[in-house]
């Protein structure tokens, strides 16, 4: 059983650029919760996906965006690059209907915005 | 808004010793899951122990317990008999209980561990 995936798993960038990371989540799982963690700090949560609408957001603006597929995959697009978006990017993912909703993350997509 | 803290950026055990991690948290909600995550070198993100606040008992898995202080609003992780493979980055967080779609996790800053040999 594949957990969840993400690619890719570097990427260099400069700013003003446009980015788009992908997660596949956990299988049996329709929830996708993707995460910002910067150097040293803990994650930060940016938004959730579920039935292809996203469902809850965090403090991020609007370039960052994101999509859900009706496969439950998910992207991360970013506009606009910042110097400060550097950072490892995290997709969870999750099921309504198993216990505690636990989060399974991935290993993360590290940006680097140059 | 929950916050949760971290105040010990790092800390270090004798191998088969055993060491406390410390996490506080702010809330005005009663209903609430707590946790502690593991993020070594790979960076992907473990899930090492959960506590649900309407729980009295406080949450174990084998070598990891915690020590949950509703009123006091802590939440510590005990590892006992440490080993090498714990070494890593601990993440304490927060998740809301409360309403469908809720879910997102509210982390702390971390403490880095090391496992002295």
């Known amino acids: 059983d594949a957990g969840v995936t993400q690619s890719p798993t570097h990427l260099i960038k400069t700013r003003g650029q446009q980015v788009t990371l992908r997660c596949s989540p956990k299988?049996?799982?329709?929830?996708v919760s993707w995460y910002q963690q910067a150097l040293g700090q803990g994650p930060q949560f940016i938004f959730q996906?579920?039935?292809?609408?996203?469902?809850q957001r965090g403090n991020f603006p609007d370039r960052f965006s994101g999509h859900q597929f009706p496969n439950y995959s998910s992207e991360l697009n970013v506009n606009a690059l910042l110097l400060g978006d550097s950072a490892l990017y995290l997709c969870?993912?999750?099921?309504?209907?198993?216990?505690?909703?636990?989060?399974?993350f991935g290993p993360g997509t590290r940006l680097t915005v140059l | 808004a929950q916050t949760v803290t971290q105040s010990q950026p790092e800390m270090s055990v004798q191998e088969a010793e055993t060491v406390t991690l410390s996490c506080t948290y702010d809330t005005s909600e009663s209903d609430y899951y707590l946790f502690w995550y593991k993020q070594p070198p790979s960076r992907q993100m473990i899930l090492v122990i959960r506590q649900e606040a309407y729980k009295q008992q406080n949450a174990t898995e084998n070598r990891f317990s915690v020590n949950f202080q509703k009123a006091a609003k802590s939440f510590s992780l005990k590892i006992s008999d440490s080993q090498l493979g714990d070494a890593a980055m601990y993440f304490c967080a927060y998740r809301s209980a409360y309403d469908f779609g809720n879910e997102k996790l509210t982390f702390g800053t971390g403490t880095r561990l090391t496992i002295i040999p």
């Open positions: 299988s049996g799982h329709d929830t």
């Open positions: 996906y579920y039935e292809e609408e996203e469902r």
């Open positions: 969870a993912s999750s099921s309504d209907f198993s216990s505690y909703n636990e989060q399974f």
